[in-house]
DNA sequence: TCGCGGAGAGAACCGGCGTTCCCTAGGGTA
DNA sequence: TACCCTAGGGAACGCCGGTTCTCTCCGCGA
């Protein structure tokens, strides 16, 4: 096993047991067990566990704005796209692993402990908070309507997590709806020609 | 010093403690520190570590929404009371000390592991929502309004936090009234006579 | 066949923390 | 004054987990 397999076999490991049970209550002998990769070996791809969970967070972050933008890019129509998100945020929620937001869970948990972990979590938030304003921005929308879209998918994330339902993304759609609608009407994204 | 103080002492520290580091950042003997309560004592009056957590959520809880409910009770209008909400988020947002929503916080940190944590942030956020459920049924509102103010106001807890800055709450009440807006149109809370 | 270098398993080390225990001091009482 | 009883300080205990160390094994080259 070279050494770029066992560090995705690490990471794998990483992502499934720190985003599901939290990152203190997961020892580095966990990550071994579920991944065989050797605490030596560990300790060589990631001289200390911060940078491991550092590692997990970024690819994570990674990856999820991927799959996010997978889902919707696949729509034409800038509105359309807007409200992808929230559907996506829909099967996100529906997924039976999901625990909530990994960089809310994180931030809560060591945010304050940790600057290396907050500043993760504040990257983050901030990318996707630019990938709103951009998809607002095609949609020919203003800028602060993108930042109440955070809020929207932020606290869905929440109450989807606490509650253990996916309901809070219908929810967030509905409302983005309304704020949509209401700012089409001060500033048509369609000028009606 | 009899047992009422020493309960006090130790839930004032408790708070303090666990609201800025988090609760396993801090140790019973940092309690003990801050409040001057001796550590026999403490386990007197909290046989275990968890028991103390518990009690400061509950406290908090309690405090943290007569809070609230004192701000937003100064207001007749039941729509200027909704928007009221959102105002103190602004105002507690701004606190020195604000470092996030407890609950989300020990949710993310604890969640995963201990059953009665989880219980509490769903008892906390399923208060809230009631709340924010009887204030727009006063104005004669949908119970699904409600539940997007919930979303704006979590998602506003959630960013203030991360970022660090008040200004989330500002934008969960601009949004707050547009979606009042439109359910006015929809459903007018005063009927034109 | 004989070393040798690297890798893995798991023990060992060490500091931290929840919880318990011991020792002392002070105050009330005969 | 002598004796208890209580409370508090803080040391002690046991466990856990991050990190390091040691021992062994395996494959490869001479």
Redesign the pocket.
């Known amino acids: 096993?070279d050494?770029e397999a066992?560090r995705d076999l690490a990471l794998d490991a990483a992502e499934e047991l720190f985003y599901s049970r939290g990152i203190?209550?997961?020892?580095?002998?966990?990550?071994?067990g579920l991944s065989?990769?050797?605490?030596?070996?560990?300790?060589?791809l990631?001289?200390?566990?911060?940078l491991?969970v550092e590692a997990y967070l970024e690819r994570r972050d990674v990856s999820w704005r991927r799959r996010l933008a997978r889902h919707v890019e696949a729509f034409e129509d800038p509105g359309e796209r807007i409200l992808a998100v929230f559907d996506w945020l829909g099967l996100w929620f529906g997924e039976p692993a999901f625990r909530g937001c990994a960089w809310i869970n994180s931030y809560g948990e060591l945010g304050a402990t940790s600057a290396t972990i907050a500043a993760q979590a504040r990257k983050h938030k901030l990318a996707f908070r630019r990938y709103l304003r951009e998809l607002t921005a095609a949609a020919g929308l203003p800028e602060p309507l993108a930042d109440q879209l955070l809020l929207l998918a932020e606290g869905a994330m929440v109450t989807a997590g606490i509650f253990a339902t996916p309901a809070p993304a219908a929810q967030a759609r509905a409302a983005a709806v309304q704020l949509l609608a209401a700012a089409g009407r001060a500033r048509p994204a369609v000028p009606a020609e």
């Not at 203190?24 to 071994?32: C, E, F, L, N, S």
């Not at 990631?46 to 911060?50: D, L, S, W, Y």
């Open positions: 096993m050494r066992a203190q209550a997961v020892g580095m002998d966990d990550i071994r065989g990769v050797s605490l030596k070996r560990l300790y060589q990631f001289a200390t566990k911060e491991l």
